[in-house]
């Protein structure tokens, strides 16, 4: 997950656990930022442009001596505004059927491809120098450098007539805003805008780019809807953090940034829209408790005095972190106060869940003057932590929001088959209140999960196969691992006790874990390790060398064609695996 996270750019959505596994292997140090393609994007990401393409192995002596220059290369290419050529890697160890597939009959073998078609392969001096002039003389840059956009954005250097300022009204033509360096701030800073970060050649972007266009005339007049170009403006993409295409921020003003992660289709994407635009709260009447939370299965209802004004404002603004989900309500009626038994003229938030008005799932008593860091910090903690329903299914819609919840909760997941998700969501509800009538504020997150949907990912993530169903597991999805047996030993199964037992188990750590990456992840490392100490071995034992090589040559044989087999298998799925998301 560390190398995920420091992996940038290159490291796209597209690109599977594959990529997690080659950077396993030694030939790359953790900082480079080379851009591997893999059977499933090579097709999609060649196909526009000029692109040179190394297919190496980092078991090749070759491949690691022209390492170095390679990266030079990649950075020198990097540093220009308009390259007008791509570079790229295949990793032959683990995609060999796509080197195959291109014609790879060495390493490091560079072919050059341009629209998606192969021109030839480079033939040259592996020098830097003889490298650089190859690229000038077959990259394609799209139009005479412009000399205003250059690497180092300077905010004060252009007033540019593109930025749209003093306009009285928020997307008034209902178009998508094109945002570059010049501009970006201006527009991030005020708010209210929702930014898709793209790259032209990503088959996902170009899926997702005419709903965004409908997104931009849905929205008109109400929020800005606006695209950067990463390959136009990789530098500004790198300085909003941007690690994958296509990625959507909604940027609620100066330090408020959040990623969108729900599914890419018109309607969440709209509905995240109107929650983000929509009032921020509302107030309510006490004679309208019933209705709204019979409407929500999660809500927010913060108790105030007019007085403290400062405070309610301190709350709302924290409250954007939750874009409206669950809706914040606030009130200064001390009839509500009654209702729930908290002192007048204390402030305090009430979590009102699974349809409860009237015994709050949780409840925040506001320090007056929310004054420090710390106490802004705390407040926004608890709004997240308690934002969701005790008990929920999980899909791939509320997935981010579940298991990498920012307070890496434990999550009770329940594997059930399709005609039986009724039953299990009931009884799954049933030990959510218990345990929350039970224990109070464990952060634990009651989930089921449709196993017909979901197999594939059930059975790599936790082992569940399709017999034997339900089957429940604790997961805690932040470290990647979970519980599948009580404190008794038992499998865990469906009643208080025995799931009682192994969160109780999971969060002492009296019962042993396993781990959810899956086979080619740990494979990886574990060929990582032996070649290492295989190298140690080879200096200080250069005579058996030749025994171990061979050894090591059968390893790597079976060791690959389980990678690949196993690549085909997640493959077959029709899901994305990112440190193990759904998509
Ligand atoms: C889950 O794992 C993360 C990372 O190891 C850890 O910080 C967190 O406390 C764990 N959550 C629970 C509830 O144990």
């Known amino acids: 997950m560390k190398l995920l996270s420091r992996a940038r750019l290159a490291f796209s959505l597209l690109v599977s656990s594959v990529i997690l596994a080659s950077t396993a292997l030694p ?30 192995s980092p078991y090749c002596g070759h491949c690691r001596n022209f390492a170095p220059t390679w990266k030079q290369l990649v950075e020198q290419t990097e540093k220009k505004a308009d390259p007008g050529i791509h570079l790229a890697q ?14 790879v009959d060495g390493y490091p073998q560079m072919n050059l491809y341009k629209n998606g078609k192969y021109v030839e392969t480079f033939k040259k001096a592996r020098s830097l120098e003889i490298l650089t002039e190859y690229l000038d003389a077959h990259a394609e840059p799209r139009a005479p450098p412009a000399p205003t956009t250059t690497a180092a954005p300077e905010p004060t250097a252009e007033p540019a007539p593109a930025v749209r300022e003093k306009k009285p009204d928020v997307n008034p033509s209902g178009t998508v805003l094109k945002l570059n360096e010049a501009n970006f701030r201006t527009y991030v800073d005020k708010g209210g805008i929702l930014v898709k970060f793209f790259a032209p050649w990503c088959g996902h972007c170009k899926k997702l780019a005419p709903i965004w266009e409908q997104l931009a005339g849905e929205m008109q007049h109400t929020l800005e809807v606006a695209e950067v170009n990463c390959e136009d403006h990789g530098a500004l993409c790198r300085l909003e953090g941007v690690s994958g295409y296509p990625m959507l921020f909604y940027y609620g003003g100066k ?102 008005p009237n015994v709050p799932a949780a409840v925040y008593e506001i320090p007056k003057p929310v004054s420090t860091a710390d106490d802004r910090q705390e407040l926004v903690d608890w709004l997240l932590r308690n934002r969701l329903p005790t008990a929920l299914e999980l899909d791939s819609d509320n997935f981010q929001d579940v298991m990498n919840a920012p ?5 009770v997941l329940v594997a059930t088959a399709s005609r039986d998700l009724k039953q299990t969501a009931k009884e799954v509800g049933e030990l959510a209140r ?3 009538d039970a224990r109070g504020r464990a952060p634990v997150v009651f989930a089921w999960m449709d196993a017909d949907k979901w197999g594939k990912w059930l059975k790599s993530m936790y082992g569940i196969k399709a017999g034997g169903l339900p089957r429940a597991v604790v997961a805690n999805h932040t470290s990647l691992v979970y519980w599948d047996t009580d404190q008794f030993g038992e499998t865990i199964s469906l009643t208080s006790a025995s799931v009682f037992s192994a969160v109780n188990g999971a969060m002492k750590g009296t019962i042993p874990y396993k781990h959810s990456e899956n086979t080619i992840e740990r494979l990886a490392r574990y060929l990582n390790d032996k070649l290492v100490s295989v190298e140690t071995y080879v200096v200080s034992n250069p005579w058996h060398t030749a025994l171990w090589g061979f050894v090591l040559l059968i390893a790597l044989f079976l060791g690959i064609k389980r990678l690949l087999s196993d690549t085909e298998d997640s493959r077959e799925g029709g899901y994305l695996r990112k440190g193990g998301r759904l998509d």
């Open 90 to 103: 295949v990793n032959c160890a683990i995609d060999g059927d796509l080197c195959r597939k291109n014609k």
């Open 407 to 411: 307070h890496k909760p434990l999550v």
């Open 434 to 436: 218990k345990w929350r």
């Open 255 to 356: 330090e408020a940034k959040t990623e969108y992660t729900g599914a890419r289709k018109l309607e969440p994407l709209k509905a995240f829209a109107d929650k983000v635009s929509g009032p921020g709260v509302q107030e309510l009447k006490y004679g309208e408790l019933e209705a709204r939370v019979a409407e929500n299965s999660v809500l927010y209802l913060l108790l105030y005095a007019p007085s403290d004004r400062a405070i309610f404002n301190q709350v709302v603004d924290a409250s954007h972190v939750l874009f409206g989900s669950p809706p914040l309500y606030t009130s200064s009626s001390s009839a509500f106060y009654d209702h729930y038994n908290i002192k007048a003229g204390t402030v305090a938030i009430v979590a009102l869940k699974d349809h409860d």
């Open 27 to 56: 030939v790359e140090s953790s900082e480079t930022e080379l851009l591997v393609l893999t059977p499933d994007n090579f097709e999609t990401t060649v196909s526009e442009g000029v692109w040179f393409v190394e297919h190496f």
